[in-house]
């Protein structure tokens, strides 16, 4: 007799984890300055480049400011940009594809040959351009990055748009009298969101790591701006000498960045079935 | 009122067959016409090109004699298709569906037993011949003038169809809708419609 096991399915309660520990990592970054025992900011020469220890649990870095409160203050700056970037790159890249999708002609051509000459330049070079042109500031390295990141999202939303938009309820709808904003609100939207949410979701980490990425170049977070690639920037030259300074804003990438994406794939498990792997 | 097809020619694209060849025809308002060709003659297309949604090649589509696309808003010539399933969005949950439609009559949805169970669920979780009857009854909203009836009941079985045109007939003869049924079964037309009309291969 031939036997068939069923595999129990776990997505729910993986999204319950996953979605648990992002939530707890926002409200860490959101609390931070409430929950840090020392000022990020305040030097203590006294105390500089301490090992971790009792008194500071991460160390100090060489202006002896406590790793593990500009660690955890590093996160508001990091991980809150990083999702400012997620959403205004999502809702910009995806407008961009919808009026591509929908309407076509001259303008979808013009707008795509654009995203064409975006994507087809290395992305991060171009983000090194426009933030050193707009000089530092965290602000800055979003808006950059921003420029160089809707056209996969414009991409994305328009094929998905130009493949619902030919379906005949959309014919149906437009029998029935509904107008252009009416048909792409109730029934373009509703059936791409899943898509767009998910990319946009695993787009998360990859953010964060970009700009960690220009920060750590100095062309992000300015000085004394507590922030993990600064951070790690400035701990470099002592890799040797005093690991924890680097050690400590380095995990606190690899983790958030982990926990994002395992999220992000989760997700995607849920609202995209169809993409999942094996 | 008369919806009237004008020397109609179309076809898909440059490079495809011509479909439909100088093709005319008349309905109104009281009648019935049937529309028999088989598959491949351009049923579909010519209903597609009357509701104003493929224009043609050549010829004109008019309602009342003005042109159907100079009709703003709701299209008083609605369709009913042949495959339910591909014409309702699958992210709307069918009480919605009925909400696309011009003011629904409790009587209409009545008429066809949908029953009030069904309208709080998905598309996905409804069989066939129900969601045929959401669209039956999405197309009859009140300013409906003309109804295009496309191989509407061929997935169903026996009892449903006639129940189906039953009502349909009833409803299209107290409202004096125009129809225009398509399908491949001559004794369901025979039945059905008031006049019948062969497409010949062009």
């Known amino acids: 007799m031939r036997e068939k096991k069923i595999v129990k399915d776990y997505t729910k309660q993986k999204m319950l984890v996953f979605g648990v520990l992002v939530g707890m990592v926002i409200l860490i970054a959101l609390f931070a300055p409430y929950l840090t025992s020392y000022d990020p900011y305040e030097q203590d020469l006294g105390n500089a480049l301490l090992p971790p220890g009792k008194e500071h649990l991460l160390g100090t870095d060489r202006y002896g400011r406590d790793m593990l409160s500009r660690v955890m203050v590093g996160a508001q700056s990091t991980i809150f940009s990083a999702l400012l970037l997620v959403v205004v790159i ?42 050193s042109v707009m000089s530092g500031g965290i602000f800055n390295a979003v808006v950059a990055l921003a420029c160089i990141s809707w056209p996969k999202y414009a991409r994305i939303t328009r094929s998905q748009v130009m493949a619902i938009k030919n379906m005949p309820y959309i014919e149906a709808a437009k029998l029935s009298g509904s107008g252009t904003l ?48 600064s951070m790690m920037s400035n701990g470099r030259s002592m890799l040797q000498t005093s690991p924890w300074v680097i050690l400590a804003p380095g995990t606190a990438i690899f983790l958030t960045v982990m926990i994002f994406n395992l999220a992000g794939d989760t997700m995607r498990d849920i609202l995209d079935p169809r993409q999942r792997k094996g | 009122m008369v919806l009237e097809a004008k020397e109609i020619s179309f076809r898909y694209g440059k490079e495809s067959r011509q479909i439909l060849n100088d093709f005319s025809l008349q309905i109104e308002s009281h009648e019935r016409v049937g529309i028999v060709a088989p598959s491949g003659f351009g049923k579909t297309t010519f209903c597609k090109i009357l509701a104003g949604y493929e224009m ?57 037993g949908i029953e009030e169970d069904w309208k709080k669920r998905f598309p996905a979780e409804i069989s066939g011949g129900e969601m045929q009857r959401f669209c039956i009854a999405r197309a009859l909203g009140k300013r409906t003038k003309f109804l295009l009836a496309d191989e509407i009941s061929t997935m169903l079985d026996l009892i449903t169809q006639s129940q189906l045109w039953s009502f349909l007939i009833e409803e299209v003869e107290r409202r ?20 019948i009309c062969y497409l010949e291969k062009s």
């Not at chain 2, 949950?93 to 409790?106: F, N, Q, S, T, Y």
């Not at chain 2, 004096?176 to 006049?195: D, N």
């Open chain 1, 182 to 229: 009416k048909i792409i609100r109730k029934h373009i939207l509703p059936n791409i969101a899943g898509a767009i949410v998910v990319t946009a979701v695993l787009d998360i980490g990859t953010m964060i790591m970009e700009i960690a990425g220009l920060s750590f170049l100095g062309l992000g977070a300015t000085p004394p701006t507590a922030e993990w690639g």
């Open chain 2, 56 to 112: 043609p090649d050549q010829g004109e589509v008019l309602l009342d004699g003005k042109p159907l696309d100079t009709y703003r808003g709701y299209c008083p010539v609605q369709m009913i298709w042949q495959h339910p399933e591909q014409v309702v969005n699958p992210r709307l949950r069918m009480r919605e569906v009925l909400k696309e439609g011009d003011e629904i009559g409790e009587d209409i949805i009545e008429g066809l």
């Open chain 1, 90 to 131: 999502t809702v910009m890249g995806s407008m961009i594809g919808i009026i591509c999708g929908y309407h076509g002609g001259k303008l979808d051509v013009f707008l795509m040959r654009l995203s064409d000459i975006f994507l087809a330049f290395p992305g991060m070079v171009f983000a090194i351009a426009v933030a």
């Open chain 2, 176 to 195: 004096e809708i125009g129809l225009l049924a398509v399908s491949h079964s001559m004794p369901l037309l025979e039945r059905v419609c008031t006049r």
